[in-house]
């Protein structure tokens, strides 16, 4: 069966650095998305993509943070200065159509020191 | 916004039902998915319902939602230790939004 693949599965960083976590969706999905787990928390949406550009995107997908698909498999996500609170489990998802449920990858463990 | 609520954990014996509880709020939700998540895994989708069905049966797996109350619940049949996981409820109007999470135990 088809999956989300997401890498690394672990990303340690410095407070301050620039991270990039890859993603790459089901090869038919169109509808791309950003989640985040802080440990012990719920799971927060971040941004959704649609057609090269966001769709949507909550509170939390401030100026720091960016998206993009660089060739027709990766998605990605970027932070630009990373703080302590940004430490979480990051998921990617994909879906074939808007209204179709979301399949996750295994998610990218992202740990700022 | 909309909410989505769940309790925190569950602790069943092995062989018999668990019951996981969810509530919501947004009316306008149009899907309400039941999500996995084992430890130090990702989300692997269970089984969804569309907000026009009131049952879902999925082999050991029954959903059963309450659109007037805005209650949803799985019920796992002969639960066994492999279904120990954390389930998490999500809704989607939009975008999906999940529930705290409920730790199953399934006690052998």
């Known amino acids: 069966e088809p999956e989300v693949t997401q890498t690394p599965s672990h990303q340690v960083t410095q407070m301050g650095q620039e991270v990039i976590l890859r993603c790459v969706p089901i090869?038919?999905?169109?509808?791309f998305y950003w989640y985040r787990q802080i440990l012990g928390q719920k799971v927060e949406f971040l941004v959704s993509?649609?057609?090269?550009?966001?769709?949507?995107k909550s509170e939390i997908f401030d100026d720091q943070f960016s998206v993009e698909r660089p060739d027709g498999s990766n998605f990605t996500l970027k932070i630009r200065s990373t703080k302590l609170e940004d430490s979480a489990m990051y998921f990617c998802?994909?879906?074939?159509?808007?209204?179709?449920?979301?399949?996750f990858g295994n998610g990218t463990r992202l740990t700022v020191t | 916004g909309e909410d989505v609520e769940q309790s925190l954990f569950l602790s069943v014996r092995e062989g018999d039902s668990s019951v996981i509880n969810c509530t919501y709020t947004d009316s306008s939700s149009t899907y309400l998915y039941w999500y996995k998540q084992e430890p130090g895994a990702g989300l692997q989708l269970l089984t969804y319902?569309?907000?026009?069905?009131d049952m879902k049966q999925d082999q050991r797996l029954t959903v059963l939602l309450n659109k007037k109350d805005k209650h949803l619940s799985l019920r796992i049949a002969d639960t066994q230790t492999g279904d120990s996981a954390i389930y998490f409820c999500a809704d989607y109007y939009q975008k999906v939004t999940f529930g705290t999470g409920t730790k199953l135990q399934v006690i052998p």
């Open positions: 090869s038919n999905h169109l509808y």
């Open positions: 319902i569309f907000s026009n069905m």
């Open positions: 993509f649609y057609n090269n550009e966001i769709s949507e």
């Open positions: 998802a994909s879906s074939d159509n808007r209204n179709s449920p979301l399949h």
